[in-house]
T-cell receptor, first 112, second 113 residues
Framework: AQSVTQLGSHVSVSEGALVLLRCNYS??????LFWYVQYPNQGLQLLLK??????LVKGINGFEAEFKKSETSFHLTKPSAHMSDAAEYFC??????????FGAGTQVVVTP | EAGVVQSPRYKIIEKKQPVAFWCNPI?????LYWYLQNLGQGPELLIRYENEEAVDDSQLPKDRFSAERLKGVDSTLKIQPAELGDSAVYLCASSLDRVDEQFFGPGTRLTVL
């Protein structure tokens, strides 16, 4: 069975500072990995996905994530936080059969 | 291109009443998902369709929940009777196929009184 663990339910960052959101997964097969963002009263929107091509994946809005098989991690980063990055972020894992598992989410607060 | 459409956006009902949610996926998307999202948590899969076939409904509480996807396009999720614990956001998503990116609708926020 697959699972996803997001470390930290809340993260507070200063505007302009590094954003780092941690995601660890477990999967018995090579995984597909995703990061989604959710703004209040909206559905989830894809930030980026890993599908076994490059281990460093670039997404929208300046976000990127690195797949580290040895650490079973897929952490999300952005060099410089913007006020508009305040949202909830979800890591998700899937397999070839389309079995998706989402993490519990990390709420990001950006302070001026 | 239109995104995933869900209606209603908000629904308030008394417990033991029935309720239905409707979803229109992105045109051409074969796979459709219904998720339940509680406050402060990630989406939890209720059911996944590939075309008309429900391929994963293991997490759907079948004693009160039902779903259908007629003609492999629109889908309806029903709860009968609703319980207080069903208060949550119900999300619909669709994708081209089962391993592809999912596109989410805005969700239906259900409140059961």
């Amino acid at each position: 069975a697959q699972s996803v663990t997001q470390l930290g339910s809340h993260v507070s960052v200063s505007e302009g500072a590094l954003v780092l959101l941690r995601c660890n997964y477990s999967s018995s097969v090579p995984p597909y990995l995703f990061w989604y963002v959710q703004y209040p009263n909206q559905g989830l929107q894809l930030l980026l996905k890993y599908t076994s091509a490059a281990t460093l994946v670039k997404g929208i809005n300046g976000f990127e994530a690195e797949f580290k098989k040895s650490e079973t991690s897929f952490h999300l980063t952005k060099p410089s936080a913007h006020m508009s990055d305040a949202a909830e972020y979800f890591c998700a894992v899937s397999d070839d059969w389309g079995k998706f598992q989402f993490g519990a989410g990390t709420q990001v607060v950006v302070t001026p | 291109e239109a995104g995933v459409v869900q209606s209603p956006r908000y629904k308030i009902i008394e417990k033991k009443q029935p309720v239905a949610f409707w979803c229109n996926p992105i045109s051409g998307h074969n796979t459709l998902y219904w998720y339940l999202q509680n406050l402060g948590q990630g989406p939890e899969l209720l059911i996944r369709y590939e075309n008309e076939e429900a391929v994963d409904d293991s997490q759907l509480p079948k004693d009160r929940f039902s779903a259908e996807r007629l003609k492999g396009v629109d889908s309806t999720l029903k709860i009968q009777p609703a319980e207080l614990g069903d208060s949550a956001v119900y999300l619909c998503a669709s994708s081209l196929d089962r391993v592809d990116e999912q596109f989410f609708g805005p969700g239906t926020r259900l409140t059961v009184l």
